[in-house]
């Protein structure tokens, strides 16, 4: 069994042919933030024939397992992420659309800290600024 298989099987996923090849374009892609629309694109350039309305299913199943994480970044797009960091903060870029990741320890202590105080704990955040570059 490989280890997406085995990834999926954690989750109760039944491992699909076609769960397998999103699953193991996200695990091996240096990009962490794709819309469905980039994956079903990148898969049909790697020869993996899913249909765009299967490329959305099988985000979705992903996303209610808490394979992945949903992110509405910009102009109402959603991005997809694997779950297994811990929350951080995106930088969006309005002008150039570039998603940066940062980790800033020291703000999510502060904000953990807050919640505490209310009642509350964080169970997931999402977190975006969006920015320009200064020149
Ligand atoms: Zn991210």
Redesign the pocket.
């Known amino acids: 069994m490989t280890q997406t298989e085995q990834l999926l099987n954690r989750h109760r996923i039944k491992p699909t042919r076609q769960r397998l090849a999103v699953m193991d374009l996200l695990l091996n892609s240096n990009q962490?933030?794709f819309t469905a629309e980039q994956l079903y694109l990148q898969l049909q350039n790697q020869g993996d024939e899913l249909g765009q309305a299967t490329v959305y299913r099988v985000l979705n199943d992903f996303a209610k397992a808490g394979l992945l994480r949903r992110?509405q970044l910009t102009q109402g797009k959603a991005y997809y992420?694997l779950a297994d960091d811990q929350p951080?903060v995106?930088l969006v870029d309005v002008h150039q659309g570039d998603?940066v990741?940062m980790q800033d320890e020291r703000l999510m202590m502060q904000l953990r800290g807050t919640v505490q105080q209310m009642g509350y704990e964080i169970v997931d955040m999402q977190l975006n600024v969006y920015v320009k570059a200064t020149s």
């Open positions: 962490r933030h992110n992420e951080h995106h998603i990741e």
